[in-house]
C-alpha cells in the first residue's frame, strides 16, 4: 500500500490517471472511496490523487484527541503532497474536506492553481448548537462503532436524498462506512469539527485569497447552503453553482452534475 509520512502518521493515498495534479479531500462520513463516481472522469484528463485523513483506515487511527486538528489535517496534506512531488495543484474538498482544502489554500496559496469547495461551511451558523448536536454523536462512534451508529447518521435530513435517488450507491457508501474507525471519527470530530473556525470568522482572510474557486452546493443541505454563499460573495471571483433537489453527499446524488460542473471549471482559462 503507498502511504506518505508526516511524522509518525502514514496518510493512504491512491493516484489515478495522468495529466495535471487534482488532489481531492473527502468528508467526515466518507474516506478516499467516495471519490469513486469522480475517478474516471476526472482521470481522463488529470492525475487524480484520493487519500484518507489520519483516523481513516488504513491511514494511522492516533489514540489521542490531541493528535487531531485541522492544523494537523493541513499538514497531512502537505507532507502527501511533498512526498508525490506535488508544487502545485487543483485541490478539491467535499465538507471536511473542503474546509481543509480551504483552509490549506489559505496557508499556501502559491500550491494551489484552483480550488473546488463541495458542501462545506457546515457547523458555522451556530458553533453552539453545532457543538451540542455532534458531541454526543462523537461519544456513540467511541463507544458503540461506526457500523451501530451508520443506520442514524446516513439517514439524516441531509443524506437521506441519496438513499432516496440511488439505493444501491447508498448501500455501497454504508458498506463503506461501517469499515471507519469509531475511535478515529470520534476523535475527528471532537479534534477537528468541533475545534476548526467557521467560514464567517475567516472572512478577513477569505477576502485575499487570490485563487480561482468553484464553490458547489445542494439547495437541500441546509446546514451548508448559507456558509457556501458566503464563501461565493466573499472569495474574490469566486463562482458558485447549486445543484437543485440535492442533499448534502451531492458527488454521489448528482455524479454527472457535479463532474460536469467541476471539470468546466477547471478546464476553463484563467487570467
Not at 3 to 28: M, R
Not at 54 to 73: A, H, M, N
Not at 111 to 136: N, W
Not at 247 to 268: D, I, Q, S, Y
Request: proline fraction near 6%; charged fraction near 25%.
Amino acid at each position: 500500500m503507498p502511504f506518505a509520512k508526516n511524522g509518525n502518521i502514514d496518510i493512504y493515498y491512491e493516484v489515478h490517471g495522468q495529466g495535471d495534479w487534482l488532489v481531492l479531500s473527502h468528508e467526515f462520513a466518507g474516506s478516499y472511496k467516495c471519490w469513486r463516481p469522480q475517478l474516471v472522469d476526472f482521470a481522463k484528463e488529470s492525475r487524480v490523487v484520493v487519500y484518507n485523513d489520519r483516523g481513516y483506515p488504513p491511514s494511522t487511527v492516533p489514540d489521542k484527541v490531541d493528535d487531531y486538528s485541522q492544523e494537523l489535517s493541513i499538514a497531512d496534506l502537505k507532507a502527501l503532497m511533498d512526498h508525490l512531488g506535488i508544487a502545485r495543484t487543483y485541490l478539491g474538498g467535499f465538507s471536511m474536506g473542503g474546509s481543509i482544502a480551504l483552509n490549506f489554500a489559505l496557508q499556501y496559496p502559491e500550491r494551489v492553481r484552483k480550488l473546488v469547495l463541495a458542501g462545506t461551511g457546515t457547523g458555522s451558523a451556530s458553533r453552539e448548537e453545532f457543538i451540542k448536536e455532534f458531541s454526543p454523536i462523537a461519544d456513540r462512534f467511541e463507544r458503540e462503532g461506526a457500523q451501530t451508529v451508520a443506520d442514524d447518521y446516513l439517514t439524516g435530513p441531509t443524506r437521506i436524498q441519496l438513499k432516496r435517488k440511488n439505493p444501491e450507491m447508498w448501500q455501497q457508501w454504508y458498506r463503506d462506512f461501517s469499515e471507519l474507525s469509531g475511535l478515529g471519527l470520534a476523535n475527528t470530530l471532537r479534534g477537528v469539527q468541533l475545534r476548526r473556525p467557521t467560514m464567517y470568522e475567516l472572512e478577513p482572510t477569505l477576502r485575499t485569497l487570490r485563487v480561482p474557486t468553484l464553490v458547489i452546493a445542494g439547495d437541500e443541505d441546509a446546514p451548508a447552503i448559507d456558509a457556501s454563499r458566503f464563501l461565493a460573495r466573499t472569495i474574490p471571483g469566486a463562482e458558485l453553482k447549486i445543484l437543485p433537489g440535492t442533499g448534502h453527499t451531492l458527488n454521489l446524488e448528482e455524479p454527472a452534475k457535479f463532474n460536469a460542473a467541476v471539470l468546466t471549471f477547471l478546464r476553463k482559462e484563467t487570467r
